[in-house]
């Protein structure tokens, strides 16, 4: 009877190493995946700053400013990761969006509006064949839904549009009202605030408008004039002028 409970003991033992090294080499796996994702991302960043250094630098803002809203809302660590790599893919589609419209200083005509309008959708192609990026895609692609069903491409309308693309607009429009442009000043945290909320509820969700704001309210305290992010190593300007 002892010699069977030793042998079983001894199973048991076994068993147990067995599956403390199947788990370090399921964490060791999950970590080569996310350095390998974290590797592609970065690439595929580098093109689009070689395109257009200032979308580069946007997208890199627009990741700050959703990461804000989205830790001010109580998204959780691997959502927020998320949250920051669909940010930082929002424009990549740009990419395929002509120079003579992409970097035009003056006001689009109707047909080159119509061209940058492909951007969310482009952004969508390139990252959906990866599959990691599968849901990354979809939200990038519909960063310009609008919360009344007026937006592009697919007139999504209120929750209908992913979270994660709700935030990104805000975000985005943020950036693009507060940074400075060669042919124009950027405007004050202030008067952004108020156009955000005097669009909320026709643009942008009303309720993510209120979490952005008390957010900024508190980096403003902050105080600091640099942010870094998760998945793209460097400092970077919260000042864009
Ligand atoms: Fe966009």
Redesign the pocket.
Known sequence: MSKISNVLSLKQAQDEKNLEKLNSEVSKLKHERKKFCEQAAKTLLRALDAKDNYTFGHSMRVAYYSLALGREYGLNEEELYELELSALF??IGKIGVPDSVLLKPSRLEEDEFLKMKK??SLSYEILQDFDVFQEVAVYAKH??ERFDGRGYPDNLKGEDIPLFSRIILIA?TFDAMTSTRPYRKGLSYDIAFSELLEFSGSQFDPGLVQVFTKAMSKEVLKNEETFHLSIIDGNFAKNAA
Request: charged content about 30%; hydrophobic content about 0%; glycine content about 0%.
């Open positions: 929002h424009d951007h969310p960063h310009h985005d």
